[in-house]
């Protein structure tokens, strides 16, 4: 098991609303991304936070945001919610350097929008 | 950007045979490699990767193969065993700024049979 927490583990909306999901970064690193996994699919890049600054971003909308916080801890934001985006969010961490660093992944925060 | 596809989809092998998935990726400049497996439920977990500069990696009964020039990656997995059954995911680096960002292939669900 990595040392990446994700909260809450389930999480049921509807459209419309909006959603906060949280995410503990393994100790010692300073680098936080978050993924999207549809239902049989890979894990599809959302955004990274380093520094408490977004450093890169997928092909998602504006209504995908995010926050780092000092303490490397992270928030995944999403306004109007639709049902596309009912999905699993997982978030991994690493420590920034480059392009080779290894990601660890949370367990994921499963999210259904009705 | 990067493309990743893997194959097969599905794959079912008895327990004690061997396993091969295999990925194609797109951009040459890729240069790390990683393999994760997925159980229900759960977070995405590393099993093994690979960085460029090494063509085999092997991890007990799990191996991992690389050959740039034609761009493609493999997973091997010898003397399969029941808790082997999950789905594999591959992945590759997805440039965007700096730190690792990764582009997933669309996952393989092995299962092991007794």
């Known amino acids: 098991e990595t040392g990446v927490t994700q909260s809450p583990t389930h999480l049921i909306k509807t459209r419309g609303q909006q959603v906060t999901l949280r995410c503990s970064s393994q100790?010692?690193?300073?680098?936080v991304s978050w993924y999207q996994q549809a239902l049989g699919q890979g894990p599809q890049f959302i955004f990274q936070?380093?520094?408490?600054?977004?450093?890169g971003r997928g092909n998602f909308p504006p209504r995908f945001s995010g926050l780092q916080f000092p303490n490397y801890s992270s928030e995944l934001n999403v306004n109007a919610l639709e049902l596309d985006d009912s999905a699993l969010y997982l978030c991994?961490?690493?420590?920034?350097?480059?392009?080779?660093?290894?990601?660890?992944f949370g367990p994921g925060t499963r999210l259904t929008v009705l | 950007g990067e493309n990743v596809e893997q194959h097969p989809s599905t794959l079912s092998v008895q327990e004690g045979d061997s396993a091969v998935i295999k990925c194609t990726y797109s951009?040459?400049?890729?240069?790390?490699f990683p393999w994760y497996k997925q159980e229900l439920g759960k977070g995405p977990q590393l099993i093994i990767d690979?960085?460029?500069?090494?063509g085999e990696k092997k991890d007990q009964r799990i191996a991992v193969t690389l050959n740039k020039t034609a761009k493609h990656f493999s997973l091997h997995i010898t003397e399969t065993q029941p808790e082997d059954s999950a789905v594999y995911f591959c992945?590759?680096?997805?440039?965007?700024?700096?730190?690792?960002?990764?582009?997933f292939g669309t996952g393989t669900r092995l299962q092991v049979t007794l």
């Open positions: 991994a961490s690493t420590t920034a350097g480059g392009s080779t660093d290894t990601q660890y």
């Open positions: 100790s010692g690193h300073n680098t």
């Open positions: 936070y380093y520094r408490e600054e977004e450093n």
């Open positions: 951009d040459s400049a890729s240069n790390y």
């Open positions: 690979i960085r460029s500069n090494v």
């Open positions: 992945a590759a680096p997805l440039y965007t700024g700096t730190a690792s960002k990764l582009t």
